[in-house]
């Protein structure tokens, strides 16, 4: 019997403790899960799927939202530039996504690649995307975009670089990246973009002036 003790109390030495903290923390974690998982659920049940969800920009994923106009705006661009039965990839801007969807109804296919999983919510059109991992995205989508749009999380070389290799990787067309002023020389060296006069703007406005750069005469389109 004391050897049994003993050796029961050596087992629960070694099993690993989790400080207040962490132990919380994985609480949060699971019960986001958890809620995600709820939505997604009562949506496909309710066929919500196209409702607009917008959660609250999460700051520590650089997460900063268009303004009422900038969605319209760009909305109204993509509409007109895509042709029937086109497929367009919106690549971290995902206040874009529903908008896009109620435009452009059943006459193409809209798919929202987000490193925020809140944004699983939107089932089947929705895929995980880190920019630290540009290629890691499904072989079956390569190429495959008449028109991708881009809003790189960081305005940094490495983010807007890592972020063109997925746009090259994705893309058979146009193009739309809207990123800071101060990347103009290297938008131009990677994806050979040019600044449109368009201007898009934030909710939260940011302190970095913000362009828009595009292959095609975007600003003719929006006019």
Known sequence: MVATSFCAM?????????????????????????????????LEADKKLTENILFDENW???????DEKTVH????????????????????????????????????????????????VHGPDYIFY???????VPPDVHHSYDLVVADPPF???????KTSETIKLLSKDKIILCTGTIMKDIVKELLDLKLCEFQPKHRNNLANEFSCYANFDLDSVLS
């Open 10 to 42: 050596e087992a629960d030495e070694d099993v690993p403790t989790l400080s207040a903290e962490t132990f919380a923390a994985l609480q949060e974690f699971y019960a986001e899960q958890s809620k995600r998982q709820e939505i997604l659920v009562k």
């Open 73 to 120: 705006s760009l909305v109204k661009v993509i509409d007109k530039v895509l042709d029937d039965r086109g497929k367009v990839a919106l690549i971290s801007c995902p206040t874009l996504f529903v908008p896009l969807k109620r435009q452009i109804g059943d006459r193409g296919t809209v798919t929202l690649l987000e490193y925020d999983r809140r944004f699983e």
């Open 155 to 161: 305005l940094s070389e490495e983010c807007i670089t």
């Open 60 to 66: 520590q994923l650089s997460q900063f939202w268009y």
């Open 130 to 136: 880190d920019y630290n991992n540009p290629k890691e």
